[in-house]
């Protein structure tokens, strides 16, 4: 244990050192939060580190907001949102090198669109057509729809995806935060083109929408360029959400296994936690660091001394109304029930007895310079701080965390892990691969 101990103090030195580094885009500028004449709210930092402005438009609602039999409906009315209405305006954007990306989750959607500053101004003109006149015909929806059943394909053949949503759909059932944001083949074929004119009405509004911009450019322009190209975005009727999605107490399934033409199999156990509070995601992401981050952490033993494992992990992902902590490795299909085993075993220590003192200093340490170097990048921060907003967690929460970390004592650790790892609250997921290793070939004499 002294050994550990001292493993544990010089990684945690090491890390601090790393944290430094990282730390050093927090003293650029202080995030703003504005609000613009027409309803819309703005998270802005500036950011002179490059001259490109990283800006996130989350449409609140997502899975959360979908009717019942609709699970899809979310991504596919915002995914239409960034079909650009004429072939020269598209390719404008590609010479402009101003790519959009879309995140589809439990609680939002969110288009994210990187430009170079001194395009901002035309990218808004081209993007703001389609967000605000945009055009839902039969041609186009059929074509996201089938883009739609090509992710869904995708997000199946992915082991840590499967198994993600199997975690889902045991705790919060076949719909809103246990569906597919690519819904499934029914309820996608069962759309129509007025569900997602509903759909769009109701939440393509003032105080529905969430803007997060980081750029170089100062906030008078960014507010200027918004309201000249978003302007007819207004405040209408607030939406009317369906009761809060509680988890299934107790699961309808507490075990899942499935097999995949795969040379490895992943063994998962998840957990439901209550919805995304400034303490819960502090406290979750330290399990994170404590269980799955690197070689301080509890499941790296299964991978380094018992060599169980070819990769070891856990994450949380934050809800509004109920969360999903999970912890899971890759091992080899012949040693996937002894793996499973061991991650019970191991949970279960980590719940009865906590951690130390070294324990979870060092796994603050690794915590927070993971979350700050997540975060160097400007179109991951722009996310984020959209997304934290949304959460209800604030638009200054990423500053917060520094300070929230250190706040946290072994005491409030501990307690946090045995109200939460009981392995008996658990879901267990085996994605079992079949494929075996194939022989080498006999060298030729």
């Given at each position: 244990m002294r050994g550990r101990s001292a493993a544990l103090l010089l990684l945690a030195v090491f890390w601090s050192r790393a944290a430094l580094h990282s730390e050093a885009w927090l003293g650029r500028e202080r995030v703003q939060r504005i609000a613009l004449p027409n309803g819309l709210v703005l998270i802005y930092q500036k950011d002179s580190s490059s001259t490109i402005t990283s800006l996130d438009i989350l449409i609140k609602g997502g899975k959360r907001a979908e009717p019942g039999g609709m699970s899809g409906l979310a991504?596919?009315?915002?995914?239409?949102?960034?079909?650009?209405?004429?072939?020269?305006?598209?390719?404008?954007?590609?010479?402009?090198?101003?790519?959009?990306?879309?995140?589809?989750?439990?609680?939002?959607?969110?288009?994210?669109?990187?430009?170079?500053?001194?395009?901002?101004?035309?990218?808004?003109?081209?993007?703001?057509?389609?967000?605000?006149?945009p055009l839902f015909t039969g041609i186009r929806i059929d074509a996201v729809k089938k883009n739609m059943e090509t992710q869904r394909d995708r997000?199946?053949?992915?082991?840590?995806?499967?198994?993600?949503?199997?975690?889902?759909?045991?705790?919060?059932?076949?719909?809103?935060?246990?569906?597919?944001?690519?819904?499934?083949?029914?309820?996608?074929?069962?759309?129509?083109?007025?569900?997602?004119?509903?759909?769009?009405?109701?939440?393509?509004?003032?105080?529905?929408?969430?803007?997060?911009?980081?750029s170089d450019l100062e906030a008078e322009e960014i507010k200027t360029l918004l309201m000249k190209h978003l302007k007819e975005i207004r405040r209408r009727q607030p939406v009317e959400l369906s009761p809060a999605p509680q988890p299934l107490s107790p699961p309808a399934h507490k075990e899942f296994r499935a097999e995949k033409d795969m040379l490895q199999s992943l063994v998962s156990a998840g957990y439901s936690l209550p919805g995304a509070t400034d303490r819960l995601f502090v406290l979750a992401t330290l399990t994170e660091s404590l269980l799955g981050k690197g070689v301080a952490s509890r499941l790296w033993r299964l991978r380094q001394d018992e060599k169980l494992a070819y990769d070891v992990n856990c994450h949380y992902t934050p809800m509004k109304e109920s969360s999903l902590l999970e912890a899971y490795l890759e091992t080899e299909n012949r040693k996937k029930d002894t793996a499973l085993t061991a991650l019970r075993q191991t949970l279960g220590e980590v719940w009865q007895k906590g951690v130390g003192a070294d324990e979870l200093e060092a796994a603050k340490k690794i915590a927070l310079t993971d979350l700050l170097r997540a975060n160097e990048a400007k179109s991951k921060r722009a996310l984020n701080l959209a997304v934290y907003e949304a959460l209800g967690l604030g638009f200054d929460f990423l500053e917060k965390i520094p300070a929230l970390f250190e706040a946290v004592t072994v005491a409030e650790m501990n307690s946090f892990l045995s109200s939460n790892l009981d392995p008996e609250r658990a879901v267990w997921v085996v994605i079992a691969g079949t494929k075996e290793k194939s022989s080498p070939r006999p060298s030729r004499p």
């Open positions: 991504y596919l009315t915002t995914r239409l949102l960034l079909e650009i209405q004429d072939s020269r305006s598209a390719q404008q954007l590609m010479i402009q090198a101003s790519p959009m990306a879309l995140t589809g989750q439990a609680d939002y959607s969110l288009i994210s669109i990187d430009s170079l500053s001194e395009h901002l101004d035309e990218t808004l003109r081209i993007v703001s057509r389609s967000l605000q006149w997000e199946s053949e992915e082991a840590l995806a499967q198994s993600r949503a199997f975690q889902l759909q045991a705790f919060f059932g076949p719909t809103g935060y246990g569906a597919s944001s690519y819904g499934t083949a029914e309820t996608i074929k069962a759309i129509k083109s007025r569900d997602i004119s509903r759909f769009y009405e109701a939440h393509f509004q003032a105080p529905e929408i969430i803007l997060s911009a980081v």
